[in-house]
C-alpha cells in the first residue's frame, strides 16, 4: 500500500492528467467493446467523440462504411459523442424496429437529438392509444376531398417557380443550381397548403428565415450554447411553432363559423370544431391534443416531412430524368395524352391516377434515392434483436431505409421505372423492402400527399421545360443536406418547352 502511495505522490500534476485522461479512455473502450460484442465496426473509438468529426465532415462516406461493415450479418456498430450506435441493413430488422416503439422496446426520435430540437411533445415520440387518437384526428388533413384541395395549391405555386427558374436562365445562359430553388418552392408549397390564408407575406419571410435556420442546426454538432447553429436551430423551431399556433387560432375561427376549408389546417380544425361542439353539448372537456400550440407542434411535423424530403426527391427526379432519355420520352408522351398547357385547366386528381407511368417513375425514383435514408430510434430497454445479439438500452439504433431499397428488387442497382408497373408488380413483390415512408404504426400519413407532389411536379417539369444538367465529375454523388441530394446541387440549363405557360387558377 505504500509503495503504491509513494508512486502516486511522485507523479506530477501533468502525469496525474495524463493518467486519469488515459484510464477513461480505456474505461470507454472496454464499455464501447462490452456493447459492440461480435457485431462488426471500428476496433477502436475516440473518446467521447467517437466518430463524430467523420460523421459531421462526410457523412456520405460515414454510412457507406457502415453499410460496408453490416453487409455479411445486416448490422454494425459505431460510437458518436457519447452514444453507442447500431446501424441496421437488414430489411426484416428494420421492420422489427418499426413494430416495437413502444415504452419498453423503442422510441422514434427522427433525430439524434431530436428532443431538443423539436420538443418534448411531437407526435413522432408518441405512441400506444394517445398516437392512435392522435392520428385519427389527423386523417381528415388527408381524404380524398382534402388531397384534391392540396393538387390545386401544389400545381399553381410549381408553376409559378417553374417560369421563374426559366426567366433566370434565359437571362445568364449559365447552369442554375435548383437545390435552394426547390427548396425555396417546397416551403412555399409546404406553407400554404398547410396554414394557407393564415401566414401573411411578411410572416413567410420570417418563416423561411428560420427554417433556413433550423435546416443548418440539423447538420451541427448539438453544442447548446449561444453563437452555435443547434441553439439558433432550437430557438428558430420555438418561433416558428408559435407562429403555426397563431395560424391555428385564426383556423379555428374560420371554421367555427362554418367556411369551406381551403388548407390542411381547416380540415383538421373543421372536424376538431365538431368534436369541441359535442363536447360542450355534452357538458365534457375539450377533447384531447385540441390545444393550439400542441397543434402547431405537430404541423411543424408536417412541413419538416413535406419540406426536405420533398426537396430531395425532387432534385433526384431530375437527375434521373436526364441521365434516361427514354424514360423522359415516355413520361412526356403519357402527360401529353392527358394533359395539355392549352386547355389551360388544372391537372384533376383523376388525371394524376391516369398517369400510371409518370407514378411509377415517382415511386422508382423514391426507392432508387431514398430521400430519408435513416430512422433513428432509441432503445428504451435491453431488446433481443437476433438470436446472438441484444441492443443495449440508450443505444441510437439507424435502420437504413436507404440500404433496404436495395434488397430484393431485381437488378436493384438499375433506375427501372418499369418495376413498378402492373405487369411487374415489384412494388407489392417487395413491398418489405420499400420502406421510404416507413412502417409499423409511425408509417408517413403524408405519403399520398407526397406521390402527388412528386408526380405533379414531374409531369409540369418534363412537359413545360427542356433541361439538361450540367454534368460534371462526381455531380451525382450523394451528399446530405439534410437529406440525400447530388452533390453539385443539380445544377441545369433550362429553356421553356412549351408554346406558352398555362394559365392556371383556383377559379
Same mark, same amino acid.
Request: proline fraction near 6%; aromatic fraction near 12%.
Given at each position: 500500500?505504500?509503495?503504491?502511495?509513494?508512486?502516486?505522490?511522485?507523479?506530477?500534476?501533468?502525469?496525474?492528467?495524463?493518467?486519469?485522461?488515459?484510464?477513461?479512455?480505456?474505461?470507454?473502450?472496454?464499455?464501447?467493446?462490452?456493447?459492440?460484442?461480435?457485431?462488426?465496426?471500428?476496433?477502436?473509438?475516440?473518446?467521447?467523440?467517437?466518430?463524430?468529426?467523420?460523421?459531421?465532415?462526410?457523412?456520405?462516406?460515414?454510412?457507406?462504411?457502415?453499410?460496408?461493415? &453490416?453487409?455479411?450479418?445486416?448490422?454494425?456498430?459505431?460510437?458518436?459523442?457519447?452514444?453507442?450506435?447500431?446501424?441496421?441493413?437488414?430489411?426484416?430488422?428494420?421492420?422489427?424496429?418499426?413494430?416495437?416503439?413502444?415504452?419498453?422496446?423503442?422510441?422514434?426520435?427522427?433525430?439524434?437529438?431530436?428532443?431538443?430540437?423539436?420538443?418534448?411533445?411531437?407526435?413522432?415520440?408518441?405512441?400506444?392509444?394517445?398516437?392512435?387518437?392522435?392520428?385519427?384526428?389527423?386523417?381528415?388533413?388527408?381524404?380524398?376531398?382534402?388531397?384534391?384541395?392540396?393538387?390545386?395549391?401544389?400545381?399553381?405555386?410549381?408553376?409559378?417557380?417553374?417560369?421563374?427558374?426559366?426567366?433566370?436562365?434565359?437571362?445568364?445562359?449559365?447552369?442554375?443550381?435548383?437545390?435552394?430553388?426547390?427548396?425555396?418552392?417546397?416551403?412555399?408549397?409546404?406553407?400554404?397548403?398547410?396554414?394557407?390564408?393564415?401566414?401573411?407575406?411578411?410572416?413567410?419571410?420570417?418563416?423561411?428565415?428560420?427554417?433556413?435556420?433550423?435546416?443548418?442546426?440539423?447538420?451541427?454538432?448539438?453544442?447548446?450554447?449561444?453563437?452555435?447553429?443547434?441553439?439558433? &436551430?432550437?430557438?428558430?423551431?420555438?418561433?416558428?411553432?408559435?407562429?403555426?399556433?397563431?395560424?391555428?387560432?385564426?383556423?379555428?375561427?374560420?371554421?367555427?363559423?362554418?367556411?369551406?376549408?381551403?388548407?390542411?389546417?381547416?380540415?383538421?380544425?373543421?372536424?376538431?370544431?365538431?368534436?369541441?361542439?359535442?363536447?360542450?353539448?355534452?357538458?365534457?372537456?375539450?377533447?384531447?391534443?385540441?390545444?393550439?400550440?400542441?397543434?402547431?407542434?405537430?404541423?411543424?411535423?408536417?412541413?419538416?416531412?413535406?419540406?426536405?424530403?420533398?426537396?430531395?426527391?425532387?432534385?433526384?427526379?431530375?437527375?434521373?430524368?436526364?441521365?434516361?432519355?427514354?424514360?423522359?420520352?415516355?413520361?412526356?408522351?403519357?402527360?401529353?395524352?392527358?394533359?395539355?398547357?392549352?386547355?389551360?385547366?388544372?391537372?384533376?386528381?383523376?388525371?394524376?391516377?391516369?398517369?400510371?407511368?409518370?407514378?411509377?417513375?415517382?415511386?422508382?425514383?423514391?426507392?432508387?434515392?431514398?430521400?430519408?435514408?435513416?430512422?433513428?430510434?432509441?432503445?428504451?430497454?435491453?431488446?433481443?434483436?437476433?438470436?446472438?445479439?441484444?441492443?443495449?438500452?440508450?443505444?441510437?439504433?439507424?435502420?437504413?431505409?436507404?440500404?433496404?431499397?436495395?434488397?430484393?428488387?431485381?437488378?436493384?442497382?438499375?433506375?427501372?421505372?418499369?418495376?413498378?408497373?402492373?405487369?411487374?408488380?415489384?412494388?407489392?413483390?417487395?413491398?418489405?423492402?420499400?420502406?421510404?415512408?416507413?412502417?409499423?404504426?409511425?408509417?408517413?400519413?403524408?405519403?399520398?400527399? &407526397?406521390?402527388?407532389?412528386?408526380?405533379?411536379?414531374?409531369?409540369?417539369?418534363?412537359?413545360?421545360?427542356?433541361?439538361?444538367?450540367?454534368?460534371?465529375?462526381?455531380?451525382?454523388?450523394?451528399?446530405?443536406?439534410?437529406?440525400?441530394?447530388?452533390?453539385?446541387?443539380?445544377?441545369?440549363?433550362?429553356?421553356?418547352?412549351?408554346?406558352?405557360?398555362?394559365?392556371?387558377?383556383?377559379?
Amino acid at each position: 500500500m505504500d509503495y503504491y502511495y509513494s508512486l502516486l505522490s511522485s507523479l506530477t500534476p501533468t502525469q496525474c492528467i495524463m493518467s486519469f485522461l488515459a484510464l477513461l479512455l480505456l474505461i470507454q473502450q472496454f464499455t464501447y467493446w462490452n456493447k459492440k460484442r461480435h457485431l462488426p465496426g471500428p476496433a477502436f473509438v475516440l473518446p467521447f467523440l467517437g466518430n463524430a468529426i467523420s460523421l459531421v465532415c462526410n457523412p456520405s462516406k460515414f454510412w457507406e462504411d457502415q453499410a460496408a461493415f &453490416a453487409r455479411r450479418v445486416g448490422i454494425s456498430a459505431n460510437y458518436v459523442i457519447g452514444k453507442f450506435i447500431v446501424f441496421i441493413r437488414s430489411s426484416e430488422l428494420s421492420h422489427l424496429i418499426f413494430s416495437n416503439v413502444r415504452p419498453d422496446a423503442f422510441l422514434l426520435v427522427g433525430h439524434p437529438f431530436g428532443k431538443k430540437l423539436f420538443g418534448e411533445h411531437n407526435l413522432i415520440y408518441m405512441f400506444g392509444q394517445d398516437h392512435k387518437d392522435l392520428r385519427r384526428r389527423i386523417a381528415p388533413n388527408f381524404t380524398l376531398r382534402a388531397l384534391s384541395t392540396y393538387l390545386s395549391l401544389q400545381q399553381i405555386i410549381i408553376l409559378e417557380h417553374l417560369k421563374r427558374w426559366e426567366k433566370m436562365c434565359a437571362s445568364d445562359k449559365t447552369p442554375t443550381s435548383l437545390r435552394l430553388l426547390v427548396r425555396d418552392m417546397n416551403l412555399e408549397t409546404s406553407q400554404t397548403v398547410i396554414v394557407g390564408p393564415y401566414l401573411p407575406q411578411h410572416a413567410r419571410d420570417k418563416f423561411k428565415s428560420d427554417y433556413n435556420l433550423f435546416n443548418v442546426g440539423l447538420m451541427k454538432l448539438p453544442i447548446d450554447l449561444p453563437g452555435f447553429a443547434f441553439r439558433n &436551430a432550437r430557438l428558430a423551431v420555438e418561433r416558428l411553432v408559435q407562429t403555426l399556433a397563431v395560424c391555428t387560432r385564426g383556423s379555428k375561427i374560420r371554421m367555427a363559423e362554418g367556411r369551406e376549408p381551403s388548407c390542411l389546417i381547416d380540415f383538421w380544425m373543421q372536424e376538431q370544431a365538431k368534436e369541441v361542439a359535442a363536447a360542450q353539448a355534452a357538458g365534457r372537456p375539450p377533447p384531447l391534443h385540441s390545444e393550439d400550440h400542441e397543434i402547431a407542434g405537430h404541423l411543424f411535423d408536417f412541413l419538416f416531412a413535406a419540406q426536405d424530403a420533398s426537396t430531395s426527391s425532387l432534385l433526384w427526379s431530375v437527375t434521373l430524368l436526364d441521365s434516361h432519355p427514354h424514360v423522359l420520352t415516355r413520361v412526356r408522351e403519357e402527360v401529353s395524352r392527358i394533359w395539355s398547357p392549352e386547355s389551360d385547366k388544372l391537372i384533376t386528381a383523376d388525371q394524376v391516377r391516369e398517369m400510371k407511368y409518370t407514378q411509377a417513375v415517382a415511386r422508382e425514383v423514391l426507392r432508387y434515392r431514398a430521400p430519408a435514408t435513416l430512422v433513428p430510434h432509441i432503445a428504451v430497454q435491453d431488446f433481443p434483436l437476433t438470436e446472438s445479439y441484444t441492443i443495449p438500452k440508450g443505444t441510437i439504433v439507424f435502420p437504413s431505409v436507404y440500404e433496404s431499397s436495395f434488397q430484393g428488387f431485381s437488378e436493384p442497382d438499375r433506375f427501372d421505372p418499369e418495376r413498378f408497373s402492373e405487369e411487374r408488380q415489384e412494388g407489392q413483390v417487395y413491398k418489405r423492402n420499400f420502406l421510404v415512408f416507413g412502417a409499423g404504426a409511425h408509417q408517413c400519413v403524408g405519403q399520398r400527399y &407526397a406521390l402527388n407532389h412528386l408526380v405533379l411536379f414531374i409531369a409540369l417539369f418534363a412537359t413545360l421545360l427542356d433541361f439538361k444538367r450540367d454534368r460534371t465529375d462526381g455531380c451525382d454523388d450523394i451528399t446530405y443536406s439534410p437529406t440525400i441530394t447530388p452533390k453539385d446541387g443539380c445544377k441545369v440549363f433550362l429553356s421553356k418547352r412549351c408554346s406558352r405557360y398555362p394559365n392556371l387558377s383556383l377559379e
